[in-house]
């Protein structure tokens, strides 16, 4: 049975920082991307990062929002990804979802399979 | 950046109705469009990929058609379970964008 399990969420002051992790289990994670989406209070969904499971660094590619605040990192030997979030706005806060999606298979790309329940971060001073 | 209008942003249906929500993409995206259904406190869960393949698992009463810059999603007809918002996706280029939200409410 798939799993996602999102971790970390807290309460944080704008400007400071905030590491979550997703423990991923049921599915080999080497051949998934791993996302990070989020979801504002009362509002719709908001891509925020991605990397290749098995490509590790250097697969990265963030939304506009976060670059250069936020870092998308894996651990494959624990199936584990992550999300390090520093400089948090007031305008951070939201609902933080883990994603994946296998890889492309031929000419066939797929959406986001499997999520996490969500963890929340709310940025207030 | 891509950017994905989708019409209407609410909509009031019966149990029984046909439903369209439509997306709009602001430059071409192929067919790299995925649809997402969301209920209340709930992460999303993907029905469509690549524009109009069926995600396994989900009812035959939801379809998904387009290509290029116009998209829709249909619902045959409209089950109790169906009342959500759905959201369009576009996976052509980073960074991925969504729709604003389509709820479907209960008329």
């Known amino acids: 049975q798939v799993q996602l399990v999102e971790s970390g969420g807290a309460v944080v002051q704008p400007g400071r920082s905030l590491s979550l992790s997703c423990a991923a289990s049921g599915f080999t994670s080497s051949s998934y991307s791993g996302h990070w989406v989020r979801q504002a209070p009362g509002k719709g969904l908001e891509w925020v990062a991605v990397i290749s499971f098995s490509a590790g660094s250097g697969s990265e590619h963030y939304a506009d929002s976060v670059k250069g605040r936020f870092t998308i990192s894996t651990d494959i030997s624990r199936n584990t990804l992550y999300l390090q979030m520093n400089s948090l706005r007031d305008e951070d806060t939201a609902v933080y979802y883990c994603?994946?999606?296998?890889?492309?298979?031929?000419?066939?790309?797929?959406?986001?399979?499997?999520w996490g329940q969500g963890t929340l971060v709310t940025v207030s001073s | 950046d891509i950017q994905m209008t989708q019409s209407p942003p609410t909509l009031s249906a019966s149990v029984g109705d046909r439903v369209t929500i439509t997306c709009r993409a602001s430059?071409?995206?192929?067919?790299?469009l995925a649809w997402y259904q969301q209920k209340p406190g709930k992460a999303p869960k993907v029905l469509i990929y690549?524009?109009?393949t069926l995600e396994s698992g989900v009812p035959s009463r939801f379809s998904g058609s387009g290509s290029g810059t116009e998209f829709t999603l249909t619902i045959s007809s409209l089950q109790p379970d169906d009342f959500a918002t759905y959201y369009c996706q576009q996976y052509k280029s980073y960074p991925w964008t969504f729709g604003q939200g389509t709820k479907v409410e209960i008329k």
């Open positions: 994603a994946s999606r296998r890889q492309c298979s031929g000419d066939t790309c797929y959406g986001l399979e499997y």
């Open positions: 690549k524009a109009s």
């Open positions: 430059q071409s995206i192929s067919s790299w």
